[in-house]
């Protein structure tokens, strides 16, 4: 598994130094611009879990432990070390002097305050559920913090200190019991990372300045001040790579965008695999004989979520619409990682990862379905790249070809896309994942608990067990197994269907570095080491 991907088909794409909105053109060091079609939900990290928030959240926030480039072991940056001091028991230690970017000084107790916030608010477009495991938080002294489990032998529990859900705020600043709004974070100037926001407009314009108080393992920024700039279409984003008036564009350009760029003179296309995944989404509740709906039936439902699975076609999915940038996937655990099983790929379809219309049919006339389903599909183009309209318009093509499904394509933008889906607004919908930490738990954890991000309604209890065990077992083929069993299970009841693994691209120009040759094992888009030569 090579690279973490947080976008479509274009992780980042690097252009000249031309940094200022007038087209400018910026000292070395002093100042760059980064564009970008993904919106922001949130500056509270314990409202937002995707990667539009995240790509500010990163910056502004820090977390006890992180990954560096080229690595995926977790080493200290709030904390000095990290200690298994029981079964159940982690013990973190403080780096001395920690300060936000307001002066105030950050201890244990703002660290015993963040995890204990996170879970309280439990926000459903939040990350708390990556704490699932966590059963108590405590501050003995200003700089040692004792985390509690509640499963013995969680060896995943550091890797979860460098996520979104570890992320240290000020409580001085922020509610115990609900989210901030932006501007009032903005206002508080509660920053921990190597940058802090200067100016705020949502969604339009972001402007970031190096925090002098930063103590963090990326150390000093190389560039002092960010402008982050939002796009509504990709189109326009591509030009203004072309015409060199932003120096950055972090999320997201088409394949046929990036085919076109490579071409461009002074540009280089870097690529790799990547494990973002793409998926469809059922609502349990909302579905066609959903729980919720006047005729509901747990066995009809249950076949439309199969014959769905046997009807989609991933390959034509990857070759017309990204071009094999990205590739079938059978699982929602990518291929790549241990534990990875292509589930789906064995029990749907042709079995042999093709659709098979015959079994679709097969299973609705078992089941008593009457034909064609209709299906109200939805999807998003802002956040998951302007590509998925037609990647949509094919599955809706795909699906209507078999004369089994009459669907009902619809669009919504990201900041009420997030809102809609977890009121159960959408039968059926369009995600996407992006790793936290590369192992199979963090492809089936937030999918599958009671309170999964997911928020589908589907929460099954065997299930469930097979992925709290897995997640204590120490035995290396032991736990394979339990990841296997535990995708084979969740595939038998289709709670969603996965299509596509993405893959990464960077795109660079030689008068901007800081961007690695070669994409790494957890390769994420920093800021800090981003200059211009």
């Known amino acids: 598994m090579a690279a973490v991907s947080l976008g479509a088909a274009a992780l980042l794409t690097l252009t000249g130094c031309t940094s200022s909105k007038d087209g400018s053109t910026a000292a070395s060091g002093t100042s760059l611009t980064i564009g970008t079609t993904d919106q922001v939900t949130s500056l509270d990290p314990a409202g937002a879990w995707d990667a539009g928030s995240g790509t500010i959240e990163s910056e502004v926030y820090s977390t006890l432990l992180s990954v560096k480039n080229g690595s995926a072991e977790p080493t ?78 969680d060896t995943l529990f550091p890797q979860v200190l460098t996520t979104a859900a570890g992320y240290v705020v000020d409580e001085q600043v922020f509610p115990a019991d609900k989210i901030l709004p932006d501007q009032a974070i903005v206002t508080a100037k509660p920053w921990n990372g190597p ?17 002098t108080a930063y103590q963090g393992q990326q150390g000093t920024p190389k560039t002092r001040n960010i ?49 973002g995944i793409r998926y469809l989404v059922f609502d349990f509740q909302t579905q066609p004989y959903g729980t919720k709906t006047k005729d509901a039936d747990k066995e009809k439902a249950l076949a439309v979520r199969q014959a769905v699975a046997d009807s989609v076609d ?20 990518p291929d790549g990682l241990t534990g990875a099983t292509p589930s789906y790929k064995s029990r749907y379809g042709d079995k042999k990862g093709g659709p098979d219309r015959a079994a679709a049919a097969a299973r609705l006339k078992a089941a008593g379905v009457s034909t064609p389903v209709t299906l109200n599909l939805q999807y998003n183009s802002d956040h998951y790249g302007s590509s998925s309209a037609d990647e949509y318009a094919l599955i809706k093509s795909q699906l209507e070809a078999t004369g089994l499904f009459k669907v009902n394509l619809q669009s919504t933008e990201w900041t009420q896309y997030g809102k809609d889906r977890i009121k159960h607004l959408y039968p059926l919908y369009q995600l996407g994942w992006y790793a936290d930490y590369l192992d199979a738990d963090n492809y089936l954890s937030p999918f599958y608990s009671a309170n999964s991000w997911v928020a589908n309604g589907y929460a099954d209890p065997a299930v469930r067990a097979l992925v709290l065990k897995e997640e204590t077992e120490t035995d290396s083929a032991k736990r394979a197994e339990l990841l296997k069993r535990a995708q084979g299970a969740a595939a038998a009841q289709v709670p969603l269907v996965p299509l596509l693994q993405g893959s990464t691209a960077i795109v660079t120009r030689t008068d901007v570095s800081g961007v690695p040759d070669e994409l790494d094992a957890r390769y994420q888009f920093r800021w800090a080491g981003l200059t211009t030569k």
């Open 195 to 211: 940058y802090g926001v200067a100016s705020y407009d949502k969604n339009s314009l972001v402007s970031f300045t190096a925090n």
């Open 314 to 333: 991933r390959a034509q999915l990857a070759q017309q619409v990204y071009k094999n940038s990205y590739q079938p996937l059978y699982s929602t655990v």
């Open 227 to 275: 402008q982050l700039k939002y796009y509504t279409d990709a189109g326009n984003l591509k030009l203004d790579v072309q015409q060199g008036t932003i120096d950055a564009v972090y999320r997201t350009l088409t394949t046929a965008d990036l085919d076109s760029l490579a071409k461009e003179r002074n540009v280089k296309v870097h690529t790799g695999s990547g494990n």
């Open 76 to 153: 200290p940056d709030l904390a000095t070390g990290i200690e298994l001091t029981g079964p159940k028991q982690y013990t973190v230690t403080l780096k001395k002097g920690l300060k936000f970017a307001n002066g105030h000084e950050l201890t244990s107790s703002d660290v015993k305050f963040s995890f204990d916030r996170d879970l309280r608010i439990a926000d459903q477009n939040g990350p708390s559920s990556l704490l699932h495991n966590l059963g108590s938080v405590a501050a003995p002294n200003p700089t040692t913090v004792v985390f509690t489990l509640k499963s013995a032998n």
